[in-house]
Nanobody, 122 residues
């Protein structure tokens, strides 16, 4: 079992940047593919991006492609989400999650963090 805790959320103006971090404890994250999801008020939790165990491959939702970047440091047991050129529609609670197999579907992820709020103002 692995425990995940997100941090780094906050309030930022449109066009700005934020970097979210996900710290893991318990089992090391090198055993897992890691994903980021987000959930806006009144909407379902949606896929943002994933990174494979080695960190050698990433994949992003069309809505964030070119603006967001996922990285991981398995030695530090952390994964990060760098968010640039933020838009008001990026406002949501952001979650990191761990899965055995790489996937865009939330049902594939076994472990989730508590989430961190990101608010983008115009």
């Amino acid at each position: 079992q692995v425990q995940l805790v997100e941090s780094g959320g906050g309030l930022v103006q449109a066009g700005g940047s934020l970097r979210l971090s996900c710290a893991a404890s318990g089992r090391t994250i090198n055993r897992y593919n890691m994903g980021w999801f987000r959930q806006a008020p009144g909407k379902e939790r949606e896929f943002v991006g994933w990174i494979i165990r080695s960190g050698g491959s990433t994949y992003y939702a069309d809505s964030v492609k070119g603006r967001f970047s996922i990285s991981r440091d398995n030695a530090k047991n952390t994964v990060s989400l760098q968010m640039n050129s933020l838009k008001p529609e990026d406002t949501a609670v952001y979650y990191c999650a761990a899965a055995r197999s790489v996937s865009t579907q939330r049902e594939a992820y076994d472990y989730w963090g508590q989430g961190t709020q990101v608010t983008v103002s115009s």
